[in-house]
């Protein structure tokens, strides 16, 4: 097959979350698979800059209609890997900037001139090149226009250009949504701009129109497709997304072997097996060392590695903060977000210097070895999509603390509800589900027979793709 996937960002280009991880992964399988893979990612600055798009060739300068003026753009193109072209949309007013979204602060406030303008490009540039898909896989709000616009394009130009679009929900939180007076924009019909087109509470919703007209809509866990058709978790589109229910599947991402394995991890100072943990304990003494924390330190290391939002539960994580008062813990917290909830965990590491560190910064290198080093790894998200971060430390023999959501629910075995095949412990959405996970897990690690055996069950799941390719094929052909 020929599939072409459009994201907002792509492992290792750029990333703020799992969605540059899981596009990039998915991607790798399918090519991996036979089948022919382009993907389309805006050209911000460190794409461009980054080695592997050092030779990229320019193969369109082309003029985009963007309401009543055209804006030039430029088309480059670059194969990381065999059978896989990553084809970038540049436009320097648009996608030279530091950051994909936003200035840390506040999202920019062309976000939706930047990613109609994106959608425009790949659509003119599957259009010029001949790009004749069996798919055009769309990722989150950022592509959520592409399958209108491309359907809209083949009909004014007389073009197939894809045989299936198909639109995939990886956060429903984040809907892109911009005034009306933006659809301009977009040259497509004003009936669109309706009840039943784009319109949400009088604006215009990014995620609404690739729900509604994509030909198959996905997202990336089973138990989170049942809980966005609900008020609790839908965000205010669960009337839309039931109505897509007939067309909708929950297909669980995977992880990337290549890339997170701790037997062959470079990021790591050292590696390790089911067979052989004792580089495990390397990384844990590093960790500590790095965090200015005693490297013999024998108790448990609870480790966060996540924006730090309420989404993902770093409230709850600080309303325990006499546990980690109380105990002799260690808590290593490695991400940025919400200013008052970084500022929270600093002063909570500058009450408890010997006990809490925070390394509020994006560091690949860093959530490596944080998910490597540490005993548990603390996750509970008040709602998740799928989440990757709870796979990684199954993988690297770290045990998960999540709540019972989403893809957390899906991946994580509670070892108390089923001692055969527990790899984690599962806890209620509030601070004292939280309390009594981090009290379990207490227990836990004084049982070392018991927590060896755990870890070692986690380290030999596989959270594969197979069974998601399977899934895409089918509904890209049906």
């Not at 369109?60 to 480059?76: K, N, Y």
């Amino acid at each position: 097959m020929k599939i072409v996937h459009a994201a907002s960002e792509l492992f290792p280009y750029v990333k703020t979350g799992g969605l540059a991880d899981a596009v990039a992964s998915l991607a790798g399988a399918q090519a991996a698979r036979g089948h022919e893979v382009a993907i389309f990612v805006p050209g911000y600055r460190g794409v461009v800059d980054h080695p592997d798009a050092a030779e990229a060739e320019i193969i369109l300068r082309p003029r985009i209609e963007m309401g009543d003026v055209f804006m030039s753009g430029e088309i480059r193109r670059f194969s990381p890997r065999e059978g896989v072209t990553v084809y970038l949309v540049c436009r320097d007013e648009f996608f030279d900037r530091r950051n994909p979204y936003g200035t840390g602060e506040r999202d920019y406030e062309d976000n939706h001139h930047r990613f109609i303008f994106f959608c425009k490009g790949v659509v003119e540039t599957m259009r010029l090149q001949r790009v004749n898909a069996d798919a055009v896989h769309c990722h989150d709000w950022q592509t959520g226009l592409l399958p209108l616009l491309l359907r809209h394009a083949e009909q004014r130009h007389g073009d197939i250009l894809a045989m299936r679009t198909v639109f995939t929900i990886h956060n429903l939180a984040f809907q892109g949504v911009f005034p009306m007076r933006s659809f301009y924009r977009t040259n497509l019909p004003d009936e669109l701009m309706g009840i039943d087109g784009v319109e949400f509470y009088g604006q215009m919703s990014m995620m609404k129109s690739g729900i509604l007209f994509a030909d198959r809509v996905t997202t990336v866990s089973p138990t989170y497709a049942r809980e966005i058709q609900t008020p609790e978790f839908g965000c205010g589109l669960e009337g839309v997304v039931a109505a897509r229910a007939e067309d909708l599947q929950g297909l669980l991402n995977g992880v990337d072997r290549a890339i997170w394995n701790p037997a062959k991890d470079a990021l790591l100072p050292a590696t390790y097996t089911v067979d052989n943990l004792k580089g495990k304990w390397t990384c844990r003494e590093e960790l500590l060392r790095r965090h200015g924390f005693d490297p013999d330190f024998g108790g448990p290391i609870f480790g966060m590695v996540c924006r730090l939002t309420s989404q993902k539960g770093v409230d709850l994580v600080l309303a325990n903060r006499e546990f980690f008062k109380r105990e002799n813990v260690r808590l290593i917290a490695l991400g940025r977000g919400d200013p008052e909830l970084e500022k929270g965990l600093r002063e909570l590491a500058a009450a408890l210097p010997k006990r809490v560190a925070l390394c509020d910064k994006l560091d690949e290198t860093m959530s490596h070895l944080v998910t490597a080093g540490s005993d548990f790894f603390v996750m509970p998200s008040r709602f998740e999509p799928c989440g990757l971060s709870q796979m990684y430390s199954q993988i690297y023999g770290t045990i998960p603390i999540v709540t019972r959501v989403g893809g957390l629910a899906d991946t994580v075995v509670d070892f108390d509800e089923d001692p055969k095949h527990g790899t984690g412990i599962q806890v209620p959405v509030t601070p004292e589900g939280l309390l009594c996970g981090l009290e379990r897990a207490l227990r836990l690690h004084r049982n070392v027979k018991k927590l060896v055996e755990i870890q070692l069950r986690g380290m030999r799941r596989r959270f594969g793709w197979d069974e998601t390719v399977d899934a895409l094929e089918t509904l890209y052909a049906d």
